[in-house]
């Protein structure tokens, strides 16, 4: 009688431990691979834009290249699961450009802070790798 208790312990700590495996197992897919080239569309009070992105990634860390109205700058970022966001520096201000999304394929979306240029939406494809 003595071993059932034992038992029962020794199957509880097996099923438990196959539970967390399996949890683990189940872990967030990698973000997707937004690498190369992107053409933007900006909307805005002010207009329109078009600025090109340049993406490397590594993991979930984004650098990259701005060119564009605001002229060219370098580009940081970050990317989890399908949730976007990157910045750069507009050249001779303290203003921050920041790009907020989603990555759908060869696809992205969402909203911008033009800092002293107000707030927008863009969305963008990125171009076939060569």
Same mark, same amino acid.
């Given at each position: $009688? ?6 029962? %312990? ?14 683990? /197992?189940?872990? %967030?897919?990698?973000?997707? /691979? ?12 002010? #207009?329109? #834009?078009?600025?090109?992105? &340049?993406? *490397? ?13 605001? +002229? !060219? %700058? !370098?580009?940081? #970022? ?10 750069? *520096?507009?050249?001779?201000?303290? /203003?921050?450009?920041?790009?907020? #999304?989603?990555? /759908? +394929?060869?696809? $992205? ?5 033009? +800092? ?6 863009? &969305?963008?494809?990125? !171009?076939?790798?060569?």
């Amino acid at each position: $009688m003595k071993r059932l208790p034992c038992l029962f %312990a020794a199957v509880f700590a097996v099923l438990v431990t196959a539970s967390l495996l399996s949890a683990a /197992d189940q872990a %967030a897919p990698p973000p997707p /691979d937004v690498s190369g080239t992107w053409n933007l569309t900006v909307a805005f009070t002010g #207009g329109t #834009g078009n600025p090109v992105f &340049t993406f *490397k990634q590594d993991g979930a860390k984004l650098t990259g290249h701005y060119q564009g109205a605001l +002229g !060219e %700058a !370098e580009v940081t #970022g970050t990317i989890t699961g399908n949730a976007i966001k990157f910045s750069f *520096k507009v050249g001779g201000t303290d /203003d921050t450009v920041t790009y907020s #999304g989603t990555v /759908d +394929g060869d696809a $992205m979306k969402g909203s911008v802070n033009l +800092g002293q240029f107000g707030d927008g939406t863009f &969305t963008g494809k990125r !171009e076939p790798k060569k």
